[in-house]
């Protein structure tokens, strides 16, 4: 079969760029290799990430009974938190260094619930390991990105990676022939994880993990801290905290404790329990709260994967969040903290 000359130079930009994301490079080669391999993408599947679409007929969020589902256009945009892919990129590449420098015989078996419509997080690796090594299903709720993510593995001619395109919902998804893998990548959060489904599919995917399995991203914490509000400094651009911003923030916040901490063995505990779908976190007594500080406000840190972290404002994951002010009720009385596993989760405080 002939190869037009069209689709050689897809390919070669693609090995060329993608071997960059895999490797060592600073933030400003991250920009500008994301951006190109999203140039890419976007022509080749006619989906170009942005924050909402033109047509009409796509819908920008749609609520599950697990949380926000983003439409392919969003999840194209997710791409460009540069940070994010980078850093999933490498924590991904290094977990299956580990996993074949442990002897694996057979190709490591990996699932990726929630490709979007670039399938982002696996396809640079193609470049850095055999179809040999890994093997992917592809699991997404949206028809339109796996066909998306069809058309660029062709163009790439990367077929022989791919063993499954799966129509489902990540949260109730069931593999056939019993199958168990090695590795399941799946990042469906936001924020202090809220609005999406992430901790729901870890919960519900957690049993298709082997003993020795792992999660990607391996750990998501979020703290609770006082803060000095209306004293804090927000970035100078966007999500990238720059150190000076960071120093001044520190001085005017306290951490006051984890409030949870999500990975292969925590997840199992985040199940509906009753009819207002609240999981208890943590009381905190009266006593650790100050009445200098005004409000309460969640960090989030992402362990992707050993030492390869994302921490505060890296990404628009680890963005700081407001939860409540600190008012005259909490210092006498103190608070409670619960996970509202609904359609609509997230940390709630009462």
């Not at 990676?161 to 593999?175: E, H, M, Q, S, V």
Request: net charge negative; hydrophobic share 40%; proline share 4%.
């Amino acid at each position: 079969m002939s190869v037009s000359k069209e689709s050689l130079n897809h390919r070669t930009v693609f090995e060329l760029y993608s071997k960059k994301l895999t490797g060592v490079i600073a933030t400003p080669e991250v920009i500008e290799t994301v951006n190109e391999l999203h140039h890419l993408y976007s022509k080749l599947t006619a989906i170009e990430g942005v924050l909402a679409p033109s047509d009409t007929d796509e819908v920008f969020e749609e609520l599950s009974e697990n949380g926000t589902r983003v439409n392919p256009y969003m999840a194209a945009y997710c791409f460009l938190d540069y940070l994010r892919s980078y850093k999933f990129t490498l924590g991904i590449k290094k977990l299956i260094d580990d996993k074949l420098n442990q002897g694996n015989q057979k190709p490591l078996q990996i699932l990726y619930a929630g490709t979007g419509p670039y399938a982002s997080l696996i396809l640079p690796l193609t470049t850095v390991f055999s179809a040999h090594q890994i093997q992917v299903t592809l699991l997404d709720i949206h028809q339109s990105s796996l066909d998306a993510v069809n058309k660029l593995i062709s163009a790439f001619n990367l077929e022989a990676y791919f063993n499954g395109y799966i129509k489902a919902d990540a949260t109730l998804f069931i593999p056939d022939d019993h199958i168990n893998y090695d590795i399941i990548i799946s990042e469906t959060m936001d924020k202090a994880l809220r609005k999406e489904p992430q901790v729901a599919i870890f919960n519900h995917l957690r049993q298709f993990l082997k003993p020795d399995g792992a999660f990607i991203p391996e750990e998501i914490r979020v703290d609770l801290y006082q803060s000095k509000w209306d004293e804090e400094k927000n970035p100078a651009f966007e999500y990238f905290l720059d150190a000076e911003t960071r120093k001044h923030n520190a001085a005017f916040r306290e951490k006051i404790t984890n409030l949870m901490a999500i990975n292969k063995h925590s997840v199992t505990i985040f199940k509906r329990t009753n009819s207002d779908h609240l999981l208890f976190l943590k009381k905190i007594d009266p006593e650790n709260f100050k009445a200098e500080y005004t409000a309460l406000l969640l960090l989030t840190e992402i362990q992707v994967y050993k030492d390869i972290t994302l921490t505060e404002d890296e990404s628009i994951l680890t963005e700081k969040d407001y939860l409540s002010p600190l008012n005259d009720r909490i210092l006498q009385s103190g608070l409670s903290f619960y996970y509202k596993m609904d359609n609509d989760p997230r940390i709630t405080c009462g």
